[in-house]
């Protein structure tokens, strides 16, 4: 079987802050994918990253950047200097072993303030 | 290149009714996915078609709800009939092929509710 955990439910900041999204995940297999993708008001699903679980380096693009720890089963997602136009449901999600689907976490609200 | 449509947009039904949505994926995407995301959870996968087989569909209620895929392209998912619980919005999404490595994308969904 395979988890995703969201702990924050909601987390509003004001602009320019920077912002950590946490991501926990549970899996048995040694091989698996794990996604974030960001949800705007207008609903649609955005995908913003995959990474696989023998690739544990960060990954940096523009603003945003995620650190992948095995060792702690995280997954944490950060945007720097945040936007109002940030302000979305960003879920993460993981695919694992022989599954064929995505499981996705409860996801985060993200709003920022201007 | 043009995204998944999904149409229609809203849906507002009583129970007991039936409902159709429908889905056209990316051109040449061979997967094709149906998603239901009630309000404040993630979405949950209904069921995935490889061209017009279906692959996995072990979350489907299968006592009111149906899917087709047509000729490998366009979808219809199906409700029939229609329960209170089914209120949420259905995401459909497509991917070039099945696999873990190949990420979805994601159709604006239809965001249904039952009264």
Known sequence: ?114 | EAGVAQSPRYKIIEKRQSVAFWCNPISGHATLYWYQQILGQGPKLLIQFQNNGVVDDSQLPKDRFSAERLKGVDSTLKIQPAKLEDSAVYLCASSLRSGRVYEQYFGPGTRLTVT
């Open chain 1, 1 to 114: 079987a395979q988890k995703v955990t969201q702990a924050q439910t909601e987390i509003s900041v004001v602009e320019k802050e920077d912002v950590t999204l946490d991501c926990v995940y549970e899996t048995r297999d040694t091989t698996y994918y794990l996604f974030w993708y960001k949800q705007p008001p207008s609903g649609e699903l955005v995908f913003l990253i995959r990474r696989n679980s023998f690739d544990e380096q960060n990954e940096i693009s523009g603003r945003y950047s995620w650190n992948f720890q095995k060792s702690t089963s995280s997954f944490n997602f950060t945007i720097t200097a945040s936007q109002v136009v940030d302000s979305a449901v960003y879920f993460c999600a993981l695919t694992s072993g022989s599954a064929r689907q995505l499981t996705f976490g409860s996801g985060t609200q993200l709003t920022v303030l201007p």
